[in-house]
């Protein structure tokens, strides 16, 4: 399987803006609900966002509500995460996962037949 390819990643000062983005060009992508995790230096990797297929549910993570949105573009096989008001902790490299299913609140937790793309960095600076 080709990778996910995610891109838009860089150093931003805080309370500033970024919009990532990860491109799937093998599946059929409307079939795949979309996430985001992060994961930062000596931490454990962690849900930010997701997206159903169709695009109409989506579900974030608390520190995520109100300054993240996650959104697709079918025509483009491309899922977005809008990030506003970064902060320092906001800091990590972001992956892109693709899921063949859609649940809600289980979408927070990785599984085995998850498609992982290989991640951009985000550094926020103070």
């Known amino acids: 399987q080709v990778p996910l390819v995610e891109s838009g990643g860089t150093v931003v000062q805080a309370g500033g803006s970024l919009r990532l983005s990860c491109v799937d060009s093998?599946?059929?992508?409307?079939?795949?609900?979309m996430a985001w995790f992060r994961q930062a230096p000596g931490k454990e990797r962690e849900f930010v966002a997701a997206?159903?297929?169709?695009?109409?549910?989506?579900y974030y993570e608390e520190y995520a509500k109100g300054r993240f949105t996650i959104s697709r573009d079918s025509a483009k096989s491309t899922v977005f995460l809008q990030m506003n008001d970064l902060r320092t902790e906001d800091t990590a490299v972001y992956l892109c996962?693709?899921?063949?299913?859609?649940?809600?609140?289980?979408?927070?937790?990785?599984?085995?037949?998850?498609?992982w793309g290989q991640g951009t960095q985000v550094t926020v600076s103070s």
């Open positions: 997206i159903s297929g169709t695009g109409v549910s989506t």
């Open positions: 996962v693709a899921r063949y299913s859609w649940g809600g609140v289980a979408m927070t937790a990785p599984l085995e037949r998850d498609y």
């Open positions: 093998v599946r059929a992508f409307s079939d795949y609900a």
